[in-house]
């Protein structure tokens, strides 16, 4: 998997650093990693979101660029190392926010529009509801029935959200006059934030992205290997816009040599997903992982794209050496939400007193949460579903509050592996979890309780930041094999299933479904 490049001549006794840049929701944060994956230095630096008018949510390009070096140099500083000693650097990045700039001069146009911004759910509206698009579902469908080709059967389901970039995309051009301006000249650049920053690392010399990242976007074609043309004209996107679509581990440029006091080679950047599935060793057929984070995210190494008809979504796991990996991704986005909600309403004090609260009381008594802050996702697919708590009596205490937010992330968590345990099969029954969220022990115990599966948490909690590692390390030599770093990714906590829970808890889940029946298509959009 080593790549060799013509400037970079890697001596392990100099370069044995890797620099981990690992940008979620919330934060950006810089690791410095070690060959033995001693984490030797930190440094981190908030998201700031503005929000300018309603389903807006946008971020400031030029503070992302300075936060971005501010974090690597802050990172060195407190390992006592300096640029001749890195021998890489990996971006991982939540997928989806964009931006776009003036391929000649740079100028930025907008600034980076957030995957979590709904200005475009009108428009993904108007598409799903489009004579157009109805014809191409029923074709699809029509086509899948005779040929049984699944490519069809996921394009006889697909529905677009406001989540997709190629949405939101299609929003700029039709609403940004420089956008379109720019479009129609050649000379406009699209970027999520890799490839922004990317752009401004190499001085301008390198316009591309990552397979993960690309599949991601809603542009891409998981059975072509590349950007979609069909969408691209649907939506009339300009393919000159787009990046170019590079491995996920690879020496992809060399950043200027004044950024860093020293050239710094990037050697990965990858889907924070997809490094999060890669750093927990999920590297073969089926296995798979959970992040409890921001949302709830079940990802199953796949060889071939996955078509779904209940929106388990085909994406790409990484590339390497040119072959793709897959991988399939059912989704639960609200998790992290639900619980920054609770702890602003006074449900908890500290996040970390939950995990007791919910088992100082046998059950929930009677209160079903339904975690849909941003509607329900796969397998039931209503993005009109409302947040709601019923069956709360006189009785009823903080305690049973937190222990139905809980088993609902349970619940979730639980239909989408039974669904993707239907539509894939054979699916191991050891599933790797990490995320915020999974420090709470009771949650995992749940789970494991639930779907009698072992859930395994890593001991390095980490594995968005020392996947992306791993693919950047690989790549410039730092490790020879996947086997050397594989000894190393240990998991110290393992949940084991307790059979003589499940009926209660199965009860309780039925209990819990007609729940969410009573909250589905509660607004109207």
Not at 151 to 178: G, T, Y
Not at 374 to 381: F, K, R, S, T, V
Not at 429 to 442: I, L, P
Request: with cysteine.
């Amino acid at each position: 998997m080593a790549s060799k490049s013509a400037d970079s001549i890697l001596d392990n006794g100099e370069r044995k650093y890797v620099l981990s840049v690992d940008i979620g929701s919330t934060s950006m944060r810089c690791f410095v990693i070690d060959k033995d994956l001693k984490f030797v230095g930190k440094a981190a630096q908030p998201m700031e979101y503005t929000r300018p008018q309603q389903g807006h949510v946008e971020l400031d390009p030029e503070l992302i660029w300075e936060r971005f070096v501010t974090i690597i140099k802050e990172a060195m500083e407190t390992a006592k190392i300096t640029a001749s000693q890195v021998s890489s650097l990996g971006i991982s990045l939540a997928r989806g926010t964009f931006t776009s700039w003036d391929r000649e001069t740079g100028e930025i146009v907008h600034p980076f529009i957030s995957w979590q911004d709904t200005r475009s759910a009108p428009l993904a509206k108007s598409w799903n509801n489009s004579l157009m698009f109805k014809a191409i579902s029923k074709a699809s469908r029509a086509i899948y029935t005779v040929t049984r080709i699944r490519r069809f059967l996921a394009m006889s389901v697909i529905e677009f959200k406001s989540l997709h970039m190629c949405i939101r995309a299609q929003w700029v051009l039709d609403n940004i006059p420089r956008a379109r301006e720019l479009a129609d000249a050649g000379q406009l650049m699209f970027g999520t934030l890799d490839t922004f920053l990317l752009w401004r690392l190499s001085g301008g010399k390198v316009h591309a992205t990552d397979a993960s990242n690309a599949s991601a976007t809603a542009i891409y074609d998981a059975y072509t290997t590349s950007w979609s043309s069909t969408v691209c004209k649907l939506m009339n996107i300009p393919l000159n816009s787009l990046p170019v679509i590079v491995d996920t581990s690879t020496h992809i440029c060399t950043s200027e040599d004044e950024i860093f006091g020293g050239p710094i080679e990037v050697h990965a950047v990858a889907a924070d997903q997809q490094s999060s599935l890669f750093g927990q060793a999920c590297w073969e057929d089926r296995e798979l992982k959970l992040t409890l984070g921001s949302g709830s995210f079940l990802d199953v190494r796949t060889v071939t794209p996955h078509a779904s008809p209940s929106g388990i979504y085909p994406m790409v796991a990484w590339q390497i050496n040119g072959e793709v990996s897959f991988m399939a991704e059912g989704v639960a986005i609200s998790t992290g939400h639900c619980v920054e909600w609770a702890s602003k309403v006074g449900w908890f004090e500290n996040v970390a007193d939950t995990s007791r609260m919910a088992e100082s009381v046998e059950d929930s008594g009677g209160v079903c949460f339904v975690p849909a802050i941003a509607g329900l996702e796969a397998p039931i697919n209503d993005p009109t579903a409302c947040c709601s708590v019923l069956g709360i009596k006189p009785d009823t205490r903080r305690e049973h509050l937190v222990r139905a937010m809980l088993e609902s992330f349970a619940f979730r968590a639980s239909q989408i592996l039974d669904r993707a345990q239907e539509e894939i099969g054979n699916l191991p029954d050891c599933v790797r979890v990490d995320g915020g969220v999974s420090e709470n022990n009771f949650l995992l115990q749940t789970i494991a309780d639930l779907t009698s599966c072992k859930i395994q948490r890593a001991a390095v909690r980490e594995t968005t930041a020392l996947g992306v590692a791993f693919f950047a390390g690989l790549s410039s030599g730092l490790w020879a094999s996947r086997d050397e770093i594989k000894e190393k990714v240990i998991f110290t906590d393992i949940f084991v299933p307790n059979p003589e829970n499940k009926a209660r808890l199965l009860e309780a889940r039925e209990l819990w479904s007609k729940a969410v029946g009573r909250s589905l298509k509660w607004y109207r959009y």
